[in-house]
Nanobody
Framework: QVQLVESGGGLVQAGGSLRLSCVVS????????MGWYRQAAGKQRELVAS???????NYTDSLKGRFTISRDNAKKTGWLQMDSLKPEDTGVYYC???????????????WGQGTQVTVSS
């Protein structure tokens, strides 16, 4: 069973920083894409950023320059560095991975449980 363990959320003042971590706790063949999503109260879940196994990144335009996604393939771990946080960044942040559990098995997606990020003004 593939499980994602997220950590790093919390309460921070506007202008502060947080670093979220996502660890894939399973023996799997490969992690294709790691991504971070967020969901504010009453809103749909949205993509924050994603990163491929080769290091190519994709960011929601409005977050470019403040958020940085990274990963360590050997450690099966990804991070989201969030700087210059704003109250509108408040929400639950989810890690999502697209993995190949075994060679020849189709890619499948898994979600973390989410970590709360609250930015006070």
């Amino acid at each position: 069973q593939v499980q994602l363990v997220e950590s790093g959320g919390g309460l921070v003042q506007a202008g502060g920083s947080l670093r979220l971590s996502c660890v894939v706790s399973a023996s799997i063949f490969s992690i294709n894409v790691m991504g971070w999503y967020r969901q504010a109260a009453g809103k749909q879940r949205e993509l924050v950023a994603s990163i491929t196994s080769g290091g190519s990144t994709n960011y929601t335009d409005s977050l470019k320059g403040r958020f940085t996604i990274s990963r360590d393939n050997a450690k099966k771990t990804g991070w989201l560095q969030m700087d210059s946080l704003k109250p509108e960044d408040t929400g639950v942040y989810y890690c999502k991975v697209r993995v190949r559990v075994r060679p020849g098995i189709p890619l499948s997606d898994y979600w973390g449980q989410g970590t709360q990020v609250t930015v006070s003004s």
